[in-house]
């Protein structure tokens, strides 16, 4: 699964997960599990985590390796949250062919700029208690700017306003559109349109791995 931040791979990757019965191998996750777990990849993998640094391709790689390996994965996978670069994705194709796989559909949810910016920024918090969270387009409150419980005022976060949104994504979206072109390259790209209700958009990437762009 390829996507921005806000295109909802997650959730989509999840549904799929459960539609075509194959394990959803979110990498983040898969950090999580092995250090909990105290693995001796997950244990490697704790340095860099700890310290706030970026997991290193190759161990992210050697773990994705050891979770396919598994036998829930024998039919294959969803994979999500990986690659994220074109040295990444090449780094995958080389394990996978390790292993006698290969990507066979990569599917992209493709957002409009604006409509990420608008998903992502939407966020609201109440200037009373921060545990009331709204979502402009998720959760709107009953009036705009005012807690639905405690008729405080809402306010938005640096983080969560347009502007920050805005920068972060001009420096995330390049190395998408790159794995994105990677295989456009090889054939396997299917390209849906994320814009769509979310049982659309399953519904269309399920029709995609069912009969895979050529
Ligand atoms: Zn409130």
Known sequence: MVGAPGAGKGTQA??????????????????????????????????????GALVPDEL???????????????????????????????????MLARMGGRVAAALYIDVDREELVHRLSGRWIC????????????????????????????MQRDDDKPETIRARLHKQLPPMFEVVDYYSERGVLSTIDGDRPVAEVTDQLLHAVTSPAK
């Open 60 to 94: 992210t790689i050697e773990l994705i390796a050891d979770r396919l390996g598994r036998p829930d994965a024998n039919e294959g996978a969803i994979l999500d949250g990986f690659p994220r670069t074109r040295p990444q994705a090449e780094a995958l194709d080389k």
């Open 127 to 154: 200037s009373v208690s921060p545990t009331h969270v709204y979502h402009e387009v998720a959760r709107p409150p009953k009036v705009a700017g005012v807690c639905d419980i405690d008729g405080a005022a809402l």
């Open 14 to 51: 999840t549904l799929l997960a459960e539609r075509l019965g194959l394990p959803h191998v979110a990498s983040g996750d898969l950090f999580r599990e092995n250090i909990k777990h105290e693995t001796p990849l997950g244990r490697r993998a704790r340095e860099y985590v700890d310290s």
